[in-house]
Nanobody, 128 residues
Framework: DVQLVESGGGSVQDGGSLRLSCAAR????????MGWIRQAPGKEREGVAA???????????YYADSAKGRFTISRNSAENTVYLHMTNLCPEDTAMYYC???????????????????WGQGTQVTVS
């Protein structure tokens, strides 16, 4: 099994930036499509960004409309880590952010939370 651990969340002011990290405590996700999904109180989980893998360390990236131009997803396959760099944060970005791994390098619906198989415990992002 793959156990994922997120870090980097916190409280920031409107317009601020954060970089979230996701590492595998056990297992590896080098051959998996990875996603960042968030859930705000009272709302459903929402795919924020996803990145495929092409075995060369990179892969196609996908973003929710709300994240385009502000968030950047990246992965370091050598370190088995995925990042989400968030800029120009606003209160609407306040949510628990989860890292998730699919069980395939490519998935048809990378922004669909139900497409992911392994999940971390989440890291809270609060923007005020």
């Amino acid at each position: 099994d793959v156990q994922l651990v997120e870090s980097g969340g916190g409280s920031v002011q409107d317009g601020g930036s954060l970089r979230l990290s996701c590492a595998a405590r056990t297992g590896t996700f080098r051959s998996a499509c990875m996603g960042w999904i968030r859930q705000a109180p009272g709302k459903e989980r929402e795919g924020v960004a996803a990145i495929e893998t092409n075995y060369l360390g990179g892969g196609g990236t996908y973003y929710a409309d709300s994240a385009k131009g502000r968030f950047t997803i990246s992965r370091n396959s050598a370190e088995n880590t995925v990042y989400l760099h968030m800029t120009n944060l606003c209160p609407e970005d306040t949510a628990m952010y989860y890292c998730a791994a699919a069980n395939h390098p490519y998935i048809l619906t990378p922004m669909d939370p139900s497409a992911y198989y392994y999940w971390g415990q989440g890291t809270q992002v609060t923007v005020s």
